[in-house]
């Protein structure tokens, strides 16, 4: 897994690139949370448009992302999911909680 | 009478995390010869993923075991995917199946059973605490016309 992250005003950018799986979670989870860390930004993106799989690991680091930006008081968006990864958010519930863009 | 099936791999590693990607890629490369779509295919793979991840990482929480995989092709196009683990059981396969329960804590989101129930036609679960466990998953993959 790939992690690239750009910040612009108060928006974090995140991107993910490869499969993210349970393999993969525990360092995409420590490079997101260093990003947020150092940016502490009102708005976090996670661009899902690079991921070519992802199963409920993925669920669990977008909650996670999900609780450190309610706790900073911002908000949190992901764009360009792809239709393997949007499959499993929606079984999770999760499409009814974070705003999904492109 | 058990039905034999019209053709079968089967698979054995360690519970490595690594050989997450490597199971749920073969599952698929051998659903191929039922000619499913891409979406149909996105389904194995994610049900796999969760089977295989489990017996990983709560089969197996402080050693490395073995792990097999048996997927099997059986008349009518069903592809039938056999994921066995050794390791440390299912105390209540009913609880464990419910939404969002989870004894694995923040890293997991206690959804694996629900996606395989909901990805595929059927899932059965069956466990001994301290003998191991063993999932079974079924797949109808639908023959379409013209398609390529
Ligand atoms: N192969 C297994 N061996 C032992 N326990 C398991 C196994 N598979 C699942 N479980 C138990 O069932 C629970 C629910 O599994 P699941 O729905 O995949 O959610 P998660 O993996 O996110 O915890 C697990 O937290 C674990 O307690
Ligand atoms: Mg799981």
Redesign the pocket.
Known sequence: MEVQTKTIDCTLTVSFRGELDHHAARETVTALERAVDAALPMHLTLDFGGVTFMD?SGIAVVMRAFRRMSALGGRLELINVPAQAKKVFDAAGITARVPMGT | MKVKPNNYIALEFLSRSVNEGFARTAAAAFATQLDPTLDELGDIKTAVS?AV???I???YPDALGKISLRASVFDGNVLEIVVR?W????ADVDK?REPL????GEE???????IMESFMDALIVR?KPGKG?VVTMKRRIAQRSGRK
Do not use: K, P, Q, W
């Open positions: 409920s | 969760e991840t489990n017996a990482v709560h089969a683990d390791g440390c059981g299912i464990a329960y989870t004894t694995g997991r989101s206690g959804m694996g059973f629900t466990s466990t």
